[in-house]
């Protein structure tokens, strides 16, 4: 009898959809931690550089105490860093007489000017203390890390030695590289899935957009002249009015349950189809993403295990180490440029080091 009422045939679907729930959490559990890439190491500054962390993590604690949002645009500089050309601190170059730099790529144009200084002001406060022997790749790598932790999601070591990269993307290769928010999750699979990603990868980092804001423009498309009908009325309603034309330059928060928490949430407004871009939404509508999105929301443990993962993964894509490239003694400028001024730079440890 008991059996009989467990299994009435109203509670067979969900009893179905937990079991399914559940297999596939099974499936998607099983996030390995990414090895280090050759030349990078998870002791790498022990000995040069032993403060490296607290510095970094200290600092962010202040700059997060006054402002959360500043977490979002560290953590979305390293994805972009990463994703084009690898991570190799390309994004923070100033352009030069070779050209616009990759921070004037459309993309680019809605990275924090703020997170690219306090990038900088790490950078300074980690040679001061160590010499010039951290790369800028690392610090954003850090900070990116930091970003992440202190909003409240999930805490990880990262493998380190990155070196800076001498050249910076063209406007046509950032745009190769980093996705519309317009982009359905084909593209989105093809595209990440060609740097190495899976699917779940790509559902996890996509969880990045828990925190932080968004301008009108970069989803308006599915506001005017209609409504996107993936897009729940209620959501479109509140937008029209946060966006009351195609082209205002308004922002928004891309996580309306918990815009400055690092969680599970963002899986939860996909559900509730309230996900800002074509690109997250579609995650949820597509067959081969829909349970991956649906077993983050419902286990907010298994997403920071899979973001994590993928986290690690990304901040290794292409990296730069040992002899190639340098460590910059400015994060928007590489080392050649300032040949004739390197003896005037700000500590003497800078001399000692001349040769990175
Ligand atoms: C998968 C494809 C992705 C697309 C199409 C995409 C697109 C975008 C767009 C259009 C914005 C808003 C820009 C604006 O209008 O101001 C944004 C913001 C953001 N993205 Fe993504 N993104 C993607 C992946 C990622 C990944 C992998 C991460 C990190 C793991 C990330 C982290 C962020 C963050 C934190 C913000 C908020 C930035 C801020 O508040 O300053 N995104 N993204």
Same mark, same amino acid.
């Given at each position: ?118 990038? *900088?002001?790490?950078?300074? &406060?980690?040679?001061?203390?160590c010499g010039r022997v951290v790369s800028c790749s690392d610090i954003t790598a850090l900070a990116a890390r930091d970003a992440v932790f202190l909003s409240g999601g999930p805490n990880y070591s990262l493998p380190l ?16 590289? &980093? ?90 407004? !996909? ?30 443990? !298994? ?16 990296? !730069? ?29 800078? *001399? ?5």
């Amino acid at each position: 009898m008991a059996m009989a009422n467990i299994f009435k045939a109203s509670t067979i679907p969900t009893f179905i959809f937990l079991l399914l729930l559940s297999c596939n959490t099974i499936i998607i559990s099983h996030a390995q931690t990414p090895a280090p890439a050759p030349g990078l190491s998870y002791t790498f500054y022990r000995t040069t550089c032993p403060q490296l962390e607290s510095i970094i993590q200290q600092n962010l604690r202040t700059v997060f105490a006054s402002d959360i949002g500043q977490a979002a645009g560290l953590l979305r500089l390293h994805f972009h860093d990463c994703f084009v050309q690898g991570c190799d601190g390309s994004v923070l170059l100033n352009g030069s007489a070779s050209g616009p730099s990759e921070q004037d790529a459309p993309p680019n144009l809605t990275l924090r000017a703020q997170a690219f200084a306090i990038i *900088e002001n790490l950078r300074r &406060l980690v040679h001061n203390a160590c010499g010039r022997v951290v790369s800028c790749s690392d610090i954003t790598a850090l900070a990116a890390r930091d970003a992440v932790f202190l909003s409240g999601g999930p805490n990880y070591s990262l493998p380190l030695g990155r070196r800076d990269g001498l050249t910076f993307a063209t406007r046509n290769a950032t745009l190769a590289n &980093l996705p519309p928010p317009t982009a359905n999750t084909s593209t989105l699979l093809n595209s990440l899935g060609q740097k190495g990603f899976t699917p779940t990868d790509v559902v996890a980092l996509s969880g990045g957009h828990t925190i932080g804001i968004s301008h009108c423009t970069s989803f308006t498309g599915r506001l005017y002249p209609t409504r996107d009908p993936t897009m729940d009325q209620t959501f479109f309603n509140n937008l029209r009015i946060t966006c009351p034309a195609i082209n205002s330059t308004n922002t928004t928060f891309m996580d309306i349950r918990s815009p400055n928490v690092f969680d599970n949430r963002y899986y939860v407004d !996909l559900m509730n189809r309230q996900g800002l871009f074509t690109s997250d939404q579609d995650l949820y509508t597509d067959s081969r993403t829909r349970s991956i999105v649906t077993s983050f929301a419902v286990n907010q443990t !298994l997403f920071y295990q899979n973001f994590v993962s993928a986290m690690i993964k990304m901040a290794q894509l292409s990296v !730069l180490t040992g002899t190639q490239g340098e460590i910059r003694a400015n994060c928007s400028r590489r080392n050649s440029n300032d040949l004739f001024i390197l003896p005037t730079m700000e500590n003497d440890q800078d *001399e000692k080091l001349a040769s990175y």
